[in-house]
C-alpha cells in the first residue's frame, strides 16, 4: 500500500470543534455515517425539515461522483484526479472507483475540515500500483494547494489531471471569486484535463431551498445555492462532454454500479435531486 498525507496547512485549525455544526459532519449524517455530532445532526434534521428528501439527494450527488469516475477513467482515458471537498470517507471514494478501473489511477484528496484530515490516512489507502494522497488545505486560496509538495510529487502536471468539484463550490459566496479559484485550478493543468462540478440550486424549490440557506446561514455555514446557468458559468473555459450541465440523476445514469451509491431506475424524476451536475473538458 502506498499513501501518504501532508502535513496541515499553516493556518487552518487542526483542532476538531463537536460544538457546532461543521458541513462534513451534515453530509456525513446524511449519507448514513457515524462521524457526526449533535450539533451536526440538529442542523441536518433542520434541513430536513425543509427538504424530507435531503438524504436521497445527498446519495444521488455521491451516486454522480461515482459515474464521472468511471467516465473519466473508463471512457476520458484519465488516471489522475484532484478530488478537493473530499468528506468524511465513505462508500464509492474517487480512488476506490477510479482504482478498481485502473489499478495505477492517483488520487489527491484535499479537504479543510480537520475531521476529514484525522480519517485520511486510516480509510484512503492506495492498490500497490497507484497513489493516495490527502492535504489539508482551503480551496478559498488555490496557491496553497497547488504549492504542495504532496501534490507535485504524486500527480503528474504534464498529464491530465481530474479536479473533483463535487458539492463544494455553494460553500463560496459570489465574493469569494469562485470563478477566479477555479480559473487558477484550471491554469495548472493541461490540455485534455477535466473539471467535475455538482452544485446544489433553488431552481427546483426556490421556497424550501431558501429556508434551506437560513438554516445554514443560522448555523454559521454559508449555503449558496447557483441556477443552472449559474453553475454552467463555472466550467468557462472548458468544453462541456455530454449530456452538459443537467439535473444530477440524469447525468449518465447508466454509468452506476455496484461501487458506487445509488441504482439504475429505469425512469428517473430529474427534480427528485436538487443539484446541477457536469463535467467539462479542458481544450
Ligand atoms: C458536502 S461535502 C461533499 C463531499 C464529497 N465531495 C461528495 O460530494 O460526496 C463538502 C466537503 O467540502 C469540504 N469543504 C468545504 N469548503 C471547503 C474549502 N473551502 N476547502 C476545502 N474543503 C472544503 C467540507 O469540509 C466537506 O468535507
Known amino acids: 500500500?502506498?499513501?501518504?498525507?501532508?502535513?496541515?496547512?499553516?493556518?487552518?485549525?487542526?483542532?476538531?470543534?463537536?460544538?457546532?455544526?461543521?458541513?462534513?459532519?451534515?453530509?456525513?449524517?446524511?449519507?448514513?455515517?457515524?462521524?457526526?455530532?449533535?450539533?451536526?445532526?440538529?442542523?441536518?434534521?433542520?434541513?430536513?425539515?425543509?427538504?424530507?428528501?435531503?438524504?436521497?439527494?445527498?446519495?444521488?450527488?455521491?451516486?454522480?461522483?461515482?459515474?464521472?469516475?468511471?467516465?473519466?477513467?473508463?471512457?476520458?482515458?484519465?488516471?489522475?484526479?484532484?478530488?478537493?471537498?473530499?468528506?468524511?470517507?465513505?462508500?464509492?471514494?474517487?480512488?476506490?472507483?477510479?482504482?478498481?478501473?485502473?489499478?495505477?489511477?492517483?488520487?489527491?484528496?484535499?479537504?479543510?475540515?480537520?475531521?476529514?484530515?484525522?480519517?485520511?490516512?486510516?480509510?484512503?489507502?492506495?492498490?500497490?500500483?497507484?497513489?493516495?494522497?490527502?492535504?489539508?488545505?482551503?480551496?478559498?486560496?488555490?496557491?496553497?494547494?497547488?504549492?504542495?509538495?504532496?501534490?507535485?510529487?504524486?500527480l503528474d502536471f504534464d498529464r491530465p489531471v481530474a479536479i473533483m468539484l463535487v458539492a463544494i463550490m455553494m460553500y463560496f459566496r459570489d465574493s469569494d471569486d469562485p470563478h477566479g479559484v477555479i480559473d487558477t485550478m484550471l491554469d495548472a493543468i493541461p490540455s485534455g484535463s477535466y473539471l467535475v462540478i455538482t452544485h446544489p440550486t433553488a431552481d427546483f424549490d426556490d421556497r424550501a431551498m431558501a429556508r434551506v440557506v437560513s438554516s445554514a446561514e443560522q448555523a454559521g455555514i454559508t449555503f449558496n445555492p447557483r441556477s443552472g446557468a449559474e453553475t454552467t458559468g463555472l466550467f468557462a473555459g472548458t468544453e462541456l462532454v455530454e449530456p452538459g450541465v443537467v439535473p444530477v440523476v440524469t447525468w449518465r445514469p447508466e454509468l452506476t454500479d455496484k461501487l458506487s451509491m445509488g441504482s439504475v431506475q429505469a425512469s428517473v424524476d430529474p427534480e427528485s435531486a436538487w443539484y446541477w451536475a457536469g463535467i467539462g473538458r479542458k481544450p
Open 1 to 154: 500500500m502506498q499513501d501518504s498525507q501532508d502535513q496541515a496547512t499553516a493556518g487552518l485549525p487542526t483542532k476538531i470543534d463537536t460544538s457546532v455544526a461543521h458541513e462534513a459532519r451534515v453530509y456525513d449524517y446524511w449519507l448514513g455515517g457515524k462521524d457526526n455530532y449533535p450539533a451536526d445532526r440538529a442542523l441536518g434534521d433542520a434541513i430536513a425539515s425543509h427538504i424530507p428528501a435531503i438524504r436521497s439527494m445527498a446519495r444521488a450527488n455521491r451516486a454522480f461522483l461515482g459515474r464521472a469516475v468511471r467516465y473519466l477513467v473508463g471512457e476520458a482515458g484519465i488516471s489522475q484526479f484532484l478530488d478537493i471537498g473530499t468528506g468524511i470517507p465513505t462508500a464509492g471514494n474517487t480512488h476506490e472507483v477510479a482504482q478498481h478501473l485502473d489499478p495505477a489511477a492517483r488520487v489527491v484528496y484535499v479537504d479543510n475540515d480537520p475531521i476529514v484530515l484525522a480519517h485520511a490516512r486510516a480509510l484512503m489507502s492506495s492498490t500497490q500500483e497507484g497513489r493516495t494522497a490527502f492535504i489539508h488545505a482551503d480551496l478559498h486560496d488555490p496557491r496553497s494547494i497547488l504549492s504542495q509538495s504532496t501534490l507535485t510529487s504524486t
